[in-house]
């Protein structure tokens, strides 16, 4: 794997700067930025019916199934698109699509009491 | 050695194709450009080269399919004519946009409505500012050698763009003519081995094409350093011009001039019609006239300044155009681009434009005589017509 490609700067850079024809000389990822941000379904996964069988893995459209010692370790939620292709193709229904809105109500009265309000405080920022 | 051999057009740049040996040519046939992919298919048929050729259900797909096998690193060819350019419309941009460098023959013919197959150039003028270097051919001669020359000038480092290369519909495609053909090895080596800045099959390296500029806004960076490479062109093209006499016998430039340094009058035309007009030129010079002729090649990058140079003694030029930029009465697009090059120029002539030939409507020497006649008299009289004419349309 190549240097990671340096684009700190590149709203400065002069038109002579860039790779010719806009290439991108890295290969194609997204790894450095959020694309889960406009998900409305979020895949929820029930660890007690899981078998690790992977077709998730396999299906998932957007390399978001999380793997952990050779075992489904839940999702990459910033990168899921929540399309539910997980959850329709999951032989043991481990897998169920909840209302991102509520999932992220229920995240945050799950979260700690300082974590709370430490988000209160970043907004207002 | 040279061959010499009675060729149609499409088939003198099947017989380039065939000895540059593209890696990939992606195709889809279109009259009267589809002789070229027909005789390529039967030289891949018969191993005579090892292209892989990709059947596709359309312009847009070939020209798509050439888009994806040229950012793989390959030496990528196709071709096509009306009709199918405009299908290929977006992603001529893209082609240009990413920088790669195909080559595509464009045998003129008419766009529609009506529906016409015959030769005018609004096909090839209506994609003049897609970004794509163009060469236009006076005959299968120079469709054959701009081909070859083609490939160098798009893959070179400073320019990496894709070149079109402009033939006449049925007046060069489909008419015999004389074609000094080169020996294989001297074209092999003269186009030598693609080197790609960079390429999807690097395995080591893999860069990712065509992204999303991102809502940092580096498009119109991108777009500058394009202009560049259009810019940086006419040095390659002249460089390779020169190059080619190497191994051909004929060098190449921007343009070509017909007795026009004594030249009072002069008529500029691109494509076959510069060879009507050569004849015209000798038959006005027998009477006495001061007539000459400047055949312009590259119309992408415009020769703005070499044009000016090579023009400004004259007293009046005809500029004909084979299409019409349908803008009201500003003329055709070689026309305007002369004009608008002139309008600094302290020396100038007056520029009149005869627009003709659309649909394939037909050029005679004497159409092309009276062209002459008009801009003498327009000269004489004093009075200025109307600067755009429209030669050989029944009214
Ligand atoms: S498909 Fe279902 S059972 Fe298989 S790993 Fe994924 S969640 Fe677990
Ligand atoms: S919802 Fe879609 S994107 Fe998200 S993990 Fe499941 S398959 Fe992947």
Redesign the pocket.
Known sequence: MSKSWDVSEISKWGWSKHPVGAVIPEPATTNRYVTGGWRSLRPI??LE?????????I?CPDSS?LVENEK?DGFKLEHCKGCGI?AQ???????HMMNEAEALGLEQCLLPDDDKKDKKEDKSA | MTKVAAMVGTDAIAEAMRQINPDVVPAYPITPQTSIVETYAQMVADKLVDTEMINVESEHSALSAAIGAAAAGSRVMTATSSQGLALMWEMLYIASGLRLPIVMTNVNRALSAPVNIHCDHSDSMGARDAGWIQLYSEDAQEAYDNIIQAVRIAEHPDVLLPVMVLMDGFIISHSLGRVELLEDQPVKNFVGTIQPPYSLLDTKNPPSFGAFDGLHGYYFEVKRAQAQGMLNASAVIKKVGTEFAGISGRSYDFFETYRLEDAEYAIIALGSAAGTARTAVDELREQGERVGLLKLRMFRPFPAQELVDALSHIKAAAVLDRSDTLAGSIGGPVFVELRSAFYEAEKKPRLYNFIYGLGGRELDINMMKQTVETIQTGMSDGVVQSSVAYLGVRE
């Open positions: 996964l029930d019916k899981c078998v690790h069988c992977f077709i998730c893995f299906f199934i489904m997980c193709v999951c032989p043991k229904n481990a897998i």
